[in-house]
């Protein structure tokens, strides 16, 4: 694992064999929880694999885990930590990230598909909006200026509208069309025929959590050929669901999460 100069940060990248070695390591008896993606396992770990291992550190002649990253799997199984789940999806590749944070320490576990390709990550837990931003794909989009949002939308065809166009992630359709301000039926298919990727962002506390009720608990952006959308529900004075999608740009991510950072700082009671 390496560390960063200016703050406590670990990284290890692995790959499916070397992840499925670490785990026939682990102490019996440990759950590491669930990971955010199925990683297809060898039935026996090859010897090979567990001398790679060795040789990075990862584990010790005697198949000790290493201590680092033994602590980042502990945090990560641990039920009483304030989780965030993260899908980052672009053409042909989804990575989902789980973060699970302590009032010192963050353990995050990402997973690429397809190829079960693994990076573990170890940081302060003041880190974390930090380290969430870093997860926002680059897709190559540039956006398109004089972009015009929607406001106070119903909010049923547009969030149907994403889950469509998740499906065709990976088949190799190309983007047509922009979302647009004329009418939510035309934004919907522009974005579902549209849709370059996407980055979504859960916040889970702990049962008995003093900040049960978040202001926000979800952000999703969803990107299309003019660009990053953000998509933020709200109620209207009826009280009834309304969305908005507004244009937005990458150096915005860290503002739009402070609520959600809010939120876990209150769980924890001192995240800066």
Known sequence: ??????????????????????RACLPPGMHPGETPADVDEPEAVD??????????????ADGGVNRSVLAGLVLLADPGAVRLSVAAAGPAMVRRTSIACSDALLAGLTVQEPGGRAEQFLAQT??????VVRLLPTLGVTPVPGRVGLYDEEPGLLLAAVDRAWTMIGHGREPAGDLGPDSVVDATAA?????????????????????????????????????????RPHADRAGRARLDVVPVLPGELAAELAPMMAAAALALGGLQ
């Open 47 to 60: 010897e090979r694999v567990l001398a790679g291992l060795r040789d990075r550190g990862v584990i010790d």
């Open 1 to 22: 694992m390496t560390a960063a100069s200016e703050s406590l940060t670990a990284r290890l990248v692995l790959e499916p064999a070397e992840l499925a070695g670490l």
């Open 126 to 131: 003041q880190q974390v909006a930090g380290e």
């Open 191 to 231: 974005l579902a025929e549209g849709f370059v990727g996407s980055f979504e962002v859960t916040l889970s506390l702990p049962a008995g959590s003093v900040a049960d009720a978040p202001a926000l608990d979800r952000l999703l952006w969803v990107m299309t050929a003019g660009g990053w959308w953000s998509l």
